[in-house]
């Protein structure tokens, strides 16, 4: 153990940027580095095998075949993460890949259990942010939305949509901030109401000769359902009803269903 | 004699008023104290200074997103074939799901008719633009031998979305779907070959009719 803790250094931490920088410089001169987009000093976490033995898989999947075995009380360095599994490389160089599960009964170097954040239907409650995309219905037409939300409280929350409308008539965009309300947000499948205004632009397709573009203010009020999908993923259905304030005599209503996906973070 | 009888007195008295003392406490009589603090606790002869080094552990590198650029061909029908050029990102949620956007371009080539009438354009924007938001499954995970010591992990994957495709003059929703095939190179970096079919609705020759448009691609992903 002694000589495991002397071996760890504080790291150098990354920040998001260069890790885009090094994958776009990565990207231009890819025929030339054809290698990871790592500096070579990057200080590796280490953990030591407490389990019997540590399976190395040669993919990050369940099908690809254990070639290697590290023993207990060996410690093995992390390189790398993808989703559940872990590239790991142990004292005598030789590099696999180890799933999630075998890596939580690996032990820190000062002797305590490691907690590989996996996130949780906790997460999904208390979560600040999200960000999703869902598609279908309005009234009559398609729409492709985008949306991103941040967290006040586990209860309430505030989302910025972008939204494209693609119709037989006309097509449009349509952007909005919404208020999200959750009842039971510690629920798996957790039901909330929206509140929200925006700005809805429509331009009539250039085969129809009538017709301007136009852009017009929207309120709407909705409900809908968040269902916790796993790790980091969330299911949206929702319904929405708007009100589009037309310059003309009376206002537009309209009627939205969208189904999709999102993760929160 | 008589001092003898004291002191054997006296050490009697002290023993029964010790176990008084000690026993007091047993029954929940008397006061509950806590033993005197000592200033100095005798065993003490160095004071230690060391503190207890705090060890902050590296972060360990995420590599679930994967950013890339292709190239191929595509066929818009009724106007021919030409190259088509993109950028796609994705985000791995698990090792068989992943997430998907791609914006690629196009050009539209002249139909038969254009040709044969000679100078007569159905429109002049002849720019294929398209995103598309995609959800794809790696239904065939394996690896690829070259030789006897290299190895290389690969992906086939099944893929299908909606998104846009601003296509004479106007945006059409488009559904697409399709397969591909990820060799990576490394742990990183990934050669991709994928095929598409674009769908959408389109009114520019008389009648309104859904339209396949074929696309083919290669293309070169790194992970971050």
């Known amino acids: ?265 | 004699m008589e001092s003898r009888i004291r002191v054997l007195f006296l050490i009697a008295l002290a023993i029964t008023l010790s176990g008084c003392a000690a026993t007091k406490n047993l029954f929940g009589m008397g006061d509950e104290e806590a033993p005197p603090p000592s200033s100095e606790p005798p065993g003490q002869v160095i004071d230690p200074q060391v503190e207890r080094r705090e060890i902050k552990e590296p972060a360990i590198d995420r590599e679930d997103f994967e950013i890339g650029a292709f190239v191929g061909m595509m066929n818009i029908e009724d106007f021919g074939t030409d190259t088509v050029y993109g950028v796609r990102l994705a985000y791995h949620v698990t090792e068989g799901f992943f997430v998907e956007a791609t914006v690629g371009q196009s050009e539209a080539s002249l139909t038969s008719f254009e040709v044969l009438s000679g100078g007569a354009r159905l429109f002049d924007d002849r720019d294929l633009t398209y995103y598309n938001l995609n959800l794809g499954y790696n239904i065939l995970p394996g690896e690829m031998f070259i030789g006897e010591g290299r190895a290389y992990n690969t992906n086939f994957y099944l893929i299908a979305g909606l998104g846009s495709t601003r296509f004479a003059d106007d945006d059409r929703f488009t559904v697409n779907f399709g397969a591909g095939f990820r060799f990576l190179l490394t742990d990183s970096v990934a050669l991709h070959v994928d095929f598409r079919d674009h769908l959408f609705d389109i009114d520019v020759i008389g009648q309104e009719k859904t339209v396949h448009n074929l696309e083919g691609t290669i293309g070169v992903t790194v992970f971050f």
């Open chain 1, 1 to 265: 153990m002694s000589e495991l803790s002397t071996t760890t250094i504080l790291s150098t931490s990354r920040s998001n940027s260069s890790v885009w920088c090094c994958c776009l410089i990565a990207l231009a001169l890819l025929a030339f580095t054809p290698g990871h987009a790592e500096a070579a000093d990057d200080v590796l976490r280490k953990v030591a095998v407490a389990d019997p033995y540590l399976e190395m898989h040669t993919g990050p999947g369940r099908g690809y075949p254990i070639f290697h075995v590290v023993d207990r009380g060996e410690s093995v360095e992390i390189v790398l993460q993808r989703t559940d599994w872990y590239r790991v490389r142990a004292a005598n160089g030789v590099e696999g890949w180890v799933d999630q599960a075998q890596m939580e009964l690996t032990l820190k170097p000062d002797g305590s259990e490691v907690d590989f954040a996996q996130a949780t239907l906790d997460d999904f409650t208390n979560a600040k942010w999200e960000a999703g995309i869902l598609a279908g219905d309005f009234g009559g037409a398609n729409i492709v939305s985008l949306y991103g939300g941040y967290s006040l409280n586990p209860h309430v929350s505030v989302e910025v949509w972008g939204s494209q409308i693609l119709g037989n008539f006309s097509n449009g965009w349509m952007g909005s901030v919404n208020l999200v309300h959750e009842t039971w947000p510690d629920w798996r499948f957790s039901p909330f109401f929206t509140l929200g205004a925006g700005v809805i632009h429509t331009s009539p397709k250039s085969t129809i000769i009538q017709g301007e573009d136009r852009t017009d203010q929207v309120g709407h009020v909705g409900a809908g359902l968040r269902v916790y999908a796993t790790r980091r993923f969330l299911l949206r259905v929702e319904y929405k009803s708007y009100v589009v304030f037309t310059s003309r005599d009376e206002n537009e209503e309209v009627r939205e269903w969208k189904a999709g996906f999102a993760f929160f973070f």
